[in-house]
C-alpha cells in the first residue's frame, strides 16, 4: 500500500467500552474483598484496582489522556502512524498477534518507547470504517487495494 492509497481513522470516546473496563476492575475489587475484607492490604489493593479500572478507561475508551490514541493511519500490511492526544506522530509497526470480532479489534503495536495495544470498540469509528478495520486486521489489506504478496521470511 503506498502513502496515496493510506487510511485515516479518526476514533470516537466509547463510554459503553469505559463502562465494561470499570465493572471488570470493579469486579476484581470485589473479588479481592472477599478474601481479605478482614485486612488493611485487602482493602488497600482493592482501591487500587477501582483506580486502575478508572485510570484505563479514562485513556483507552475516553481518550482524555495525553497519550491516548485518537487517530491512526494504515500505511500497509504492518505500518501504522498513531495520532495521540497531545499531537504526537509515532510511526509504528502493527504485530502478527491480532484480535477480531464483531464488536472489537485489538491490535498489538511495536517500536514505540512502550509497546502498546490499540483497543477500538464498534462504536469508536462509523460501521464502515469499522468493517474496513476489521478486514485489513484479519487480511492486512483494504478492499479495492491490490494484493501484494509477503515475501517469505528466512529460517535462522
Known amino acids: 500500500m503506498t502513502t496515496t492509497s493510506a487510511t485515516r481513522f479518526r476514533l ?3 463510554r459503553r467500552i469505559a ?3 470499570g465493572l471488570a ?8 474483598l472477599t478474601v481479605a475484607h478482614r485486612t488493611a492490604s485487602g482493602w488497600a489493593f482493592a482501591a487500587l484496582l477501582v483506580a486502575l479500572g478508572i485510570a484505563t478507561a479514562w485513556d ?9 490514541v485518537r487517530g491512526f493511519v494504515l500505511e500497509g ?3 501504522i502512524v498513531l495520532e495521540l492526544a497531545r499531537n504526537d506522530v509515532l510511526r509504528s509497526r502493527v504485530g502478527a498477534r491480532r484480535w477480531v470480532s464483531t464488536h ?3 491490535l498489538s ?3 514505540v518507547p512502550r509497546r502498546r495495544t490499540l483497543l477500538v470498540a464498534g462504536d469508536m469509528l462509523d460501521p464502515d ?4 478495520l476489521r478486514l485489513w486486521a484479519l487480511w492486512g489489506q483494504l478492499p479495492g487495494v491490490a494484493w501484494i504478496p509477503r515475501q517469505p521470511r528466512e529460517a535462522t
Open 104 to 106: 472489537l479489534v485489538v
Open 25 to 32: 476492575h470493579a469486579g476484581a475489587a470485589a473479588a479481592v
Open 129 to 132: 470504517a469499522f468493517r474496513r
Open 19 to 21: 463502562l465494561f473496563i
Open 12 to 14: 470516537a470516546p466509547s
Open 109 to 111: 503495536i511495536y517500536d
Open 77 to 79: 500490511p504492518e505500518s
Open 60 to 68: 483507552r475508551a475516553l481518550l482524555r489522556a495525553g497519550g491516548a
